[in-house]
C-alpha cells in the first residue's frame, strides 16, 4: 500500500508457457520467464535510484518508453518474444543506474563508508509488518528489538487504558515508511544505491511470490470465485472501516485536546484558593461576564481563551514528540491539523485584540460621585477602622505584600482600594468629603457605576470617625477600577489618631499632608 | 583516482554544452541525441542522457513536443529555448577560454 510498485502497476502478468506478457510504456511484449525476471528487476532498480532525484517520476517514464522503444526495434524483425539477450542489450546500451547516474564511481566506492557513519535512524511506521497501525513495528526497528517484545508492552498499556490515547496520538503523528529509502531509514541502514537495490529485489522477490500464489489460487469454479469475491468485499469494508477509525480517533483526539484545554484554564482560575477560602466557579464566571465589553459574554472569553492557549500547547506535545522520536516534519495528518490550529489561534488573536480595544474603551473617561460629612468641633479626631472579617465567606483574593484584599459576600464585591488623606479645612469648620470614583465608557456610565459604590463611614459626637476598610458594589456590575477616596478636612490646631487594630491596617494615611497625626497601638 | 573515472568526469562537465549544441541545430528526440554523443565518443551509456534531458528542460532551457512514432511509443521532440541559447553562448565562450588557458599553460611561465 502506498509503494509504488512497477510490477504492480505497469507489469500485470499472466503465464503462459513460460512467457509472460508485459505491459511496458503502454505496449504490450511477449517475454521469456527469465527475462522478465532480469527486466522487471532492471525498470525495479531504475525507477528506485531515481525516486531520490527531482522530476524523477519524468525521467523514469522516459527511459521506460526508450526500453519499449528498443524492444519494438529489435523484435519488428525476428521472433516476437523478447529474450534474455535483449534485455541484456537493452540495459548495456541503457545502462545501470550506477553507470547512469554514480558515473562519478569515485565518490560511489567512498560515500558508503561515510554514510554508514552518519547513518540518521528514524522512526517510522512498518505498513508492511503491521498488527494495527504498524507502529510497535516501527519502534522495534527503532530501537533494533523484537516486535514481539514491543507488542506485548503496547498491548499491556494499551489494555490498561494508559496506552490507548498515547497508541492513538502516535499512530496520527509516525509516518509511514513509504518509499525503499524510507524504509531503510527505518531500519538504520545508510540509503545508497547498493541497498535500495537489494531492497528492492527483497521486494520484487516477495511481488513475484505474491503474484505467482494469486496464479495458483486462481479461482477455479463458481464456489471459489464467490468466495474470492466475498473475500474481497470484505478486505474493501476492513479498509474502509480502518480509515473511518482512524479518522474518529483523529478527531476523538482532537475532542481530548480541547477538553484538557477548558479543563486547564477552569482549573487556573478555580484554583486561586486563600486558606480554606475556596473560588466559586459561577461566581467568578459572571463577574467576568458582567466586566466584559457589550457584545463579549463569558463563554466567549473562555472561548477566545482556548483558542490562544490551544497552539502553544498543540505546539509543545507534537515538538516534544517529533523530538523524542526524530520524526520528519511532513505528515499529510499533521499538515492539516497544523493548519486547522494555525487558523484557530489567528481567529483567537483577532478575537482577542478586538476583544482588547473594546474592553481599554470601558475605561475611557472616569467620573465621580461626591458627598460631604460635616464634623463635631472637638480638639481631638480619631479614625478607627471597621473591619469586614466576620463577612469574609466563599471567593477572596489576598495580596499581603500589595495590600490587596477583595471578596465576595452577598452578591456584592468587596474592595479595600480606599484612601485616606487629611487636610487642612479652608475654614474653621471640619468635614469629610467621600469620593466615589469609577471609569467607565462615557461619563455617564462612569458617573451610574461611582453612584453605585457603596461606602457609609459613621461620624460620633466626641470625634470618632468610623472608616470602614472595604467599600463595595454588587456583582451584577462590571469592574471599572472603582475605588473610594476619603478626603477629612481640619481646622489648623486640632489632632487627629489613627488606631490600628492588628485585623486591619486600612484604611491609611497619606501622612505627608498634616504633621500632627499620632498612631495609638 | 584513477584515469578512466577522470576522463569520464571530464566528459560529464561538458554533457549539457554539447546536447545544447545539438538541438540548437535541429529539433531531436533522446536517441538522436544519444547517437550522435556516442558517434562523439562523448556519452557511454543512453541513461545518463534522460535525467539531464529532464533538468535542462525543467531549468528552461530546451524544451520538448509530443511526436506519435509509427515504432513505439510517442517520442519527445527537443528544441532550444531562448534561454538555452543564451546559455549555451555563455558556455561555448567558456569552452573557448578554458581550452586558451590550458594552451597558455604549454608556455613557460
Known amino acids: ?521 | 583516482m584513477n584515469e578512466e573515472n577522470f576522463r569520464s568526469q571530464m566528459k560529464k562537465g561538458i554533457l549539457e554544452l554539447c546536447v545544447l549544441k545539438i538541438v540548437q541545430v535541429q529539433e531531436c528526440y533522446a536517441s538522436n541525441i544519444s547517437e550522435r554523443l556516442k558517434k562523439a565518443d562523448l556519452l557511454v551509456v543512453e541513461g545518463t542522457l534522460y535525467p539531464l534531458l529532464t533538468r535542462m528542460k525543467n531549468a528552461g532551457w530546451i524544451q520538448y513536443r509530443w511526436e506519435e512514432s509509427k515504432s513505439g511509443p510517442p517520442r519527445k521532440y527537443y528544441q532550444i529555448t531562448e534561454e538555452g541559447i543564451s546559455i549555451l553562448q555563455k558556455l561555448e565562450k567558456e569552452w573557448d577560454s578554458l581550452t586558451q588557458s590550458i594552451q597558455s599553460l604549454n608556455q613557460p611561465s
Request: net charge negative.
Open chain 1, 1 to 521: 500500500m502506498g509503494f509504488i510498485n512497477p510490477i504492480d502497476s505497469i507489469l500485470k502478468s499472466t503465464v503462459m508457457k513460460k512467457t509472460i506478457h508485459i505491459n511496458v510504456s503502454g505496449q504490450l511484449f511477449h517475454v521469456d520467464e527469465d527475462a522478465f525476471e532480469k527486466l522487471s528487476g532492471y525498470l525495479k532498480s531504475l525507477e528506485l535510484s531515481l525516486q531520490q532525484q527531482e522530476g524523477g517520476q519524468e525521467i523514469y517514464s522516459d527511459l521506460e518508453a526508450r526500453v519499449a522503444e528498443l524492444f519494438q526495434e529489435k523484435l519488428s524483425s525476428k521472433s516476437q518474444i523478447v529474450s534474455i539477450e535483449m534485455v541484456d542489450a537493452v540495459i548495456e546500451q541503457i545502462g545501470t543506474p550506477e553507470e547512469m547516474l554514480g558515473a562519478s564511481t569515485e565518490e560511489a566506492q567512498q560515500a558508503p563508508q561515510e554514510s554508514t557513519q552518519v547513518i540518521s535512524r528514524r522512526l517510522f511506521r512498518d505498513g508492511e509488518d503491521k498488527m494495527i497501525g504498524g507502529v510497535a513495528a516501527g519502534i522495534a526497528a527503532y530501537f533494533q528489538i523484537d516486535p514481539t517484545v514491543v507488542r506485548v508492552l503496547a498491548a499491556i498499556l494499551i489494555l490498561s487504558g494508559v496506552g490507548f490515547g498515547f497508541y492513538l496520538l502516535l499512530w496520527i503523528v509516525i509516518p509511514e515508511a513509504k518509499t525503499p529509502a524510507e524504509r531503510l531509514k527505518m531500519k538504520g541502514e545508510p540509503v545508497n544505491l547498493k541497498n535500495l537495490q537489494d531492497q528492492a529485489s527483497q521486494e520484487l522477490n516477495e511481488i513475484k511470490s505474491r503474484v505467482h500464489g494469486w496464479m495458483k489460487k486462481e479461482p477455479q469454479n463458481a464456489f471459489e470465485r464467490i468466495v474470492a469475491f466475498l473475500v474481497q468485499i470484505f478486505q474493501f469494508i476492513l479498509k474502509t472501516l480502518s480509515k473511518v477509525v482512524r479518522w474518529i480517533l483523529i478527531s476523538f483526539l482532537i475532542f481530548f485536546l480541547f477538553t484538557l484545554t477548558i479543563v486547564l484554564i477552569g482549573l487556573f482560575f478555580t484554583g486561586i484558593q486563600v486558606g480554606s477560602v475556596h473560588l466559586i466557579p459561577s461566581e467568578i464566571a459572571g463577574i467576568l461576564g458582567n466586566s466584559l465589553p457589550e457584545g463579549f459574554d463569558a463563554f466567549s472569553f473562555w472561548a477566545i481563551g482556548f483558542l490562544l492557549v490551544l497552539a502553544p500547547i498543540y505546539w509543545v506535545i507534537s515538538i516534544s514528540i517529533r523530538m523524542i522520536f526524530n520524526l520528519p516534519k511532513t505528515n499529510p495528518v499533521l499538515k492539516k491539523l497544523n493548519t486547522t490550529i494555525g487558523i484557530l489561534s489567528a481567529i483567537g488573536w483577532v478575537l482577542a485584540f478586538v476583544l482588547g480595544v473594546q474592553l481599554a474603551m470601558e475605561f475611557r473617561t472616569t467620573d465621580t460621585v461626591a458627598q460631604s460629612v460635616s464634623l463635631p468641633k472637638v480638639n481631638q479626631y480619631t479614625i478607627v477602622n471597621e473591619s469586614f472579617q466576620s463577612l469574609k465567606s466563599g471567593f477572596e483574593i489576598e495580596d499581603e505584600e500589595d495590600g490587596i484584599d477583595w471578596f465576595i459576600s452577598n452578591k456584592r464585591w468587596y474592595q479595600n482600594q480606599v484612601e485616606v488623606d487629611v487636610n487642612d479645612s479652608p475654614d474653621s469648620t471640619a468635614f469629610v468629603k467621600v469620593i466615589r470614583i469609577s471609569k467607565g465608557k462615557d461619563s455617564e456610565k462612569a458617573h451610574e457605576l461611582a453612584s453605585e459604590i457603596q461606602y457609609s463611614i459613621r461620624v460620633d459626637s466626641t470625634g470618632k470617625i468610623t472608616l470602614p476598610s472595604h467599600f463595595s458594589f454588587p456583582f451584577s456590575q462590571p469592574f471599572r477600577a472603582q475605588h473610594v477616596r476619603i478626603r477629612i478636612f481640619l481646622p489648623k490646631s486640632t489632632e487627629i489618631i489613627q488606631q490600628i487594630d492588628d485585623q486591619c491596617t486600612f484604611p491609611t494615611i497619606d501622612r505627608r499632608e498634616v504633621a500632627n497625626i499620632k498612631h495609638l497601638y
